[in-house]
T-cell receptor
């Protein structure tokens, strides 16, 4: 079964540093998403991406965040200057169609710890 | 935006019993309702979903029911097994969006022997 892969699985960074989280969506999927989950809390939408541009973003996705598809396979989330409250599990997802949740496949996540 | 409420937050059942988790949503235009299972430290995995044109869907021991009038949907797990122990999240499309899912707060299900 096709998978969404994410690297690294765990990242520890100092407050104020930049981090880049990487994702390889399923190859025939066209829509890509980032969600985050603070420990013990619900999964929260950050951003959706299609055709090399952001489709939608949440209020969490402020100027410190950016997404990019630098080549034909990777989809990245960059946090420019990390804060303690950015510590969370970040999940990438992809789907064939822009339909809310239909066909979503989540990656295994990157646990970001900001110290 | 869409508001998804989920109850209970924790649920403990004995092996073999049934478990029911309920969610309500606020946007009457929502038309797709997935349920995700998340084991500790792992990704959310879709276990069942339902579209608004049906009232019930079943897949072996798992079923989902939808009441559009009342704007609530429920997950039913019958003959629970220890491997059903996990956190379960319901979700619904956010109002006025094409790509955003709003998740419930999760239910931690513990199946005891």
């Amino acid at each position: 079964e096709p998978e969404v892969t994410q690297t690294p699985s765990h990242q520890v960074t100092q407050m104020g540093q930049e981090v880049i989280l990487r994702c390889v969506p399923i190859s025939n999927h066209l829509y890509f998403y980032w969600y985050r989950q603070i420990l013990g809390q619900k999964v929260e939408f950050l951003v959706s991406f299609y055709n090399n541009e952001i489709s939608e973003k949440s209020e969490i996705f402020d100027d410190q965040f950016s997404v990019e598809r630098p080549d034909g396979s990777n989809f990245t989330l960059k946090i420019r200057s990390t804060k303690l409250e950015d510590s969370a599990m970040y999940f990438c997802a992809s789907s064939e169609a822009l339909s809310t949740g239909v066909g979503y496949t989540f990656g295994s996540g990157t646990r970001l710890t900001v110290v | 935006g869409e508001n998804v409420e989920q109850h209970p937050s924790t649920l403990s059942v004995q092996e073999g019993d049934s478990a029911v988790i309920k969610c309500t949503y606020s946007d009457s235009a929502s038309n797709y309702f997935p349920w995700y299972k998340q084991e500790l430290g792992k990704r959310p995995q879709l276990i069942i979903d339902i579209r608004s044109n049906v009232g019930e869907k079943k897949d072996q021991r798992i079923a989902v029911t939808l009441n559009k009038t009342a704007k609530h949907f429920s997950l039913h797990i019958t003959e629970t097994q220890p491997e059903d122990s996990a956190v379960y999240f319901c979700a619904a499309p956010a109002a006025g969006t094409a790509s955003k899912l709003t998740f419930g707060t999760g239910t931690r299900l513990q199946v005891t022997l």
